[in-house]
C-alpha cells in the first residue's frame, strides 16, 4: 500500500514516555499472543519508531536500502516550510534512521516505484519526477511530465500512486491522467523512461457535477480523492491474444484496446472491440454523478423513481485459467441508502477475433447489503481475493449498516455496524447466498470528544503466511481484529482473533506491508499527536 494522508489529532496528547530523541527505537521484539485458539501459536513482534512532533506525516514503505528487510520512509515538512525526507532500516535488532534529506521546496507529492531493478522514492516538483538516492541523500531527476495536481486542504505531502507496471515487465511506468486521455511514460531496461504519450479517450463526465457539488468534475480538477478516480478507467487484458497485456478503456459499447507490441511499446491508435455486456458506466466513481441534480431528502428517503444502472466493476481473471472475466455491478432502488446489489461476472474466452465476454455466461452473487451506491465515500467495499487458497477469487463485500437506529448511533459518536458477506467461487459460480455473514460492532467517533475521533480500519492481506487471505479490522483503539481465512466451505472465519494494541484513531493510518520479507503482512500504523512526539508501531506477524 502506497498512500497515507494522515491529519494529527489536535487536542490529543501522547501517553507518558520515556525521553528520546526521535527515531529511537522504543520497544523491541515483545511478543503479543492473540486470544482465539485456531492460532494458538500467533503472535506480533512489537517495534516502535519515535517521530517529531506536530507536522504533518505522510509514510511510505519499500525497499529503500540495502537489506532483506522493507525500509520506511516518512517526509515531513519542518518548521522551516522545507520539505524532510527520514529512511528507518531494520538492522536485524532495532530500526534506526539510516538516510535523511531535504526535498525539494516546491515537491508536490511522493511515492516509491521499481526502478532500475531497485524501489525508489520519488518526488514531484515543477514538472519534474526525481528519485531520492539514499548515499548521497540527493535527487536524481528522472522525467520530465506536466502534471497539474490540485490540494486544497490538504496537509504535508500527499502521496501519489503515479506508477504501475502497465506492460508486466517488471518494471513500473508512469502513468498521469488529464482531462482528454493519459499520459504514459514507460521505463526502459537502464531504468530511464521513454517520452511520454498520450493514450485513451476523454474523461466522459468532465461537464458534470457530482451528487451534492456545484462544480463540474473538470473544474474540481485532479486531486488526491479525484486522481484514483480517473485512474480507475484504465483495465489491463490480453484482448489479442498473443501473450501481452494490452491497455483498455471502456467507451460507450465497446473497449478501446492499445495493444501491447513484442518490444514492450503499446500502440498510439486503439483497436476497438465490441462488447455486448449490457454497462451504463466505468468504475464505481461514475455513481456520484448518475445522482446530480436530485435533492438530498429524495436521495436518502427515495422519494423518487425506482432506478438502476450498471457500472464495469473491474477485469480480473476470477477462476484461475489465465483469461479475465468482466465483473460488473447493478444497483437497483430509490433510497442511496438502500440500494440492492448484484454482481455478474463474465466469463472471457480467447476467441479467433479476439478477447471475448460470452453475456450469457455469468456468475451472479446477490449480497444483502444496501450501502453499495456510496462505496466513494467508504461505506461500502469490494474485494475479489483467494480467502480460501484454492486459487480462484472469492467475492468479500462489506457494507456499513445505515439504518436508522444504527444512523444515530454514529452520528452520537457511539459506533457503526459493518456487515460482512463472502461468496466462495466454486466449478465457476458464485452461490445464490452467501458463504459466510457475520457482523462486527467497532468503535466510532466522527468528531473529536476527547480521545480524538475514530473511523475503523478493514484490510485484507494473508498476516499467516498460509497463502490464504485474512480479513483485518480495528475494532477500537485498544483491539483489532483478524479473521482467518480458512480451506472450508466458509472462505472466510467469522471467529476472530484479538490482538490487543493501540489503534491510530485515522483509518487511513492503518496498514499491512510485508516489513521483513518473510511472506506474511505486518501491522503497521502511525499514531499522530501535535504537542508530543509522534510514532510508528510496527507489529511484525510471527
Known sequence: MKTSLSRPDRNRQAPPGPDVTPGVLLAASLGFACNAPLLAEYSVERHEILLSAGS??????????????????????????????????????????????????????????????????????????SWFDTDSAQLIPLLEIDFHLLTPGVSGLPAIDL?????????????????????????????????????????????????????????????????????????????????????????????????????????????????????????????????????????????????????????????????????????????????????????????????????????IANPGGRTGGLETGGYSSVWFEDLDGDGPRDLLLMDVDMGIVRGIAALLGFSIVLDFETFRLAEGSYPSEPSSRFRVKTDFSPTDQGQGSFSPAVLVGDMTGDGRQDLVVTKSREQVLIFPGTAGPDPLSAKPHTLHTSVPGHEWNVRLVDLDRDNKQDLLMLHTYTASPQRLLLLLSR
Not at 72 to 98: K, N, S, Y
Not at 286 to 304: D, I, N, T, Y
Open 56 to 129: 504533518h506525516k505522510t509514510v511510505l514503505t519499500g525497499t529503500l536500502l540495502p537489506g532483506p528487510h522493507t525500509a520506511v520512509a516518512v517526509a515531513e515538512v519542518g518548521p522551516d516550510g522545507e520539505p524532510q525526507l527520514h529512511i528507518f532500516g531494520f538492522d536485524g535488532i532495532t530500526w534506526q534512521e539510516q538516510s535523511t534529506g531535504p526535498l525539494g521546496p516546491n515537491t508536490s507529492f511522493i511515492d516509491v516505484a521499481m526502478i532500475d531493478g531497485r524501489k525508489r522514492l520519488l518526488t514531484f516538483e515543477s514538472g519534474r519526477l
Open 163 to 363: 506508477t504501475r507496471d502497465l506492460n508486466q515487465d517488471g518494471r513500473d511506468d508512469v502513468i498521469v491522467p488529464a482531462s482528454d486521455g493519459f499520459q504514459i511514460a514507460l521505463q526502459l531496461e537502464d531504468g530511464s523512461f521513454a517520452q511520454p504519450i498520450k493514450l485513451g479517450p476523454a474523461e466522459p463526465f468532465l461537464k458534470q457535477c457530482a451528487m451534492g457539488d456545484s462544480r463540474t468534475y473538470g473544474e474540481v480538477g485532479l486531486t488526491p480523492e479525484t486522481y484514483a478516480w480517473y485512474l480507475s478507467r484504465v483495465h489491463s487484458a490480453d484482448f489479442d491474444g498473443d501473450g501481452l497485456v494490452d491497455l483498455a478503456f471502456w467507451d460507450e459499447g465497446h473497449f478501446e484496446v492499445y495493444p501491447q507490441h513484442q518490444t514492450g511499446h503499446f500502440a498510439t491508435s486503439p483497436t476497438r472491440y465490441p462488447c455486448a455486456v449490457p454497462i451504463d458506466s466505468d468504475g464505481a466513481y461514475s455513481l456520484v454523478f448518475g445522482f446530480a441534480g436530485e435533492s438530498l431528502p429524495a436521495l436518502l428517503f427515495g422519494f423518487r423513481k425506482n432506478t438502476s444502472h450498471t457500472v464495469l466493476h473491474t477485469l480480473r481473471d476470477l477462476n484461475a485459467d489465465g483469461t479475465p472475466e468482466l465483473v460488473t455491478r447493478t444497483l437497483t432502488g430509490r433510497s442511496v441508502l438502500n440500494l440492492r446489489t448484484t454482481f455478474q461476472a463474465y466469463f472471457g474466452e480467447q476467441t479467433a477475433s479476439g478477447l471475448h465476454f460470452m453475456p450469457d455466461t455469468e456468475a
